[in-house]
């Protein structure tokens, strides 16, 4: 199951990366997936909801998009080549914040 994914082609080496959110009760919320072959074959999910977290150490969910992914350059200062995506995070065990009242 997949929402709101965000994609990018790092540049370089081509490879298509997906970001991706799922539904918060699934085991990966949120993951990513890439493809060295334009899209034949993905790799297995790899989660990224540990490094998502909020620092009061909740689970925190980030949905994705609506937008698109970009990767900062090589020569960027301060974090070259690190992918952003545009999204917002909630945190589902409030109320109100999962859409249940």
């Given at each position: 199951?997949?929402?709101?994914?965000?994609?990018?082609?790092?540049?370089?080496?081509?490879e298509?990366?997906?970001l991706?959110?799922?539904?918060?009760?699934?085991?990966?919320?949120?993951?990513?997936?890439?493809?060295?072959?334009?899209?034949i074959?993905?790799?297995?999910?790899v989660?990224?909801?540990?490094?998502?977290?909020?620092?009061?150490?909740?689970?925190?969910?980030?949905?994705?998009?609506?937008g698109r992914?970009?990767?900062?350059?090589p020569?960027?200062?301060?974090?070259?080549?690190?992918?952003?995506?545009?999204?917002y995070?909630?945190?589902?065990?409030?109320?109100?914040?999962?859409?249940?009242?």
């Amino acid at each position: 199951m997949m929402s709101q994914a965000n994609a990018v082609v790092l540049s370089g080496t081509g490879e298509m990366v997906v970001l991706a959110s799922g539904h918060p009760n699934l085991v990966r919320p949120n993951y990513q997936i890439s493809s060295m072959n334009n899209g034949i074959s993905w790799s297995q999910p790899v989660p990224l909801t540990p490094t998502l977290n909020s620092s009061k150490g909740k689970a925190t969910v980030v949905a994705n998009g609506p937008g698109r992914a970009i990767q900062l350059s090589p020569g960027h200062p301060i974090a070259p080549g690190r992918i952003l995506s545009s999204g917002y995070s909630f945190d589902p065990s409030q109320p109100g914040e999962s859409g249940e009242q």
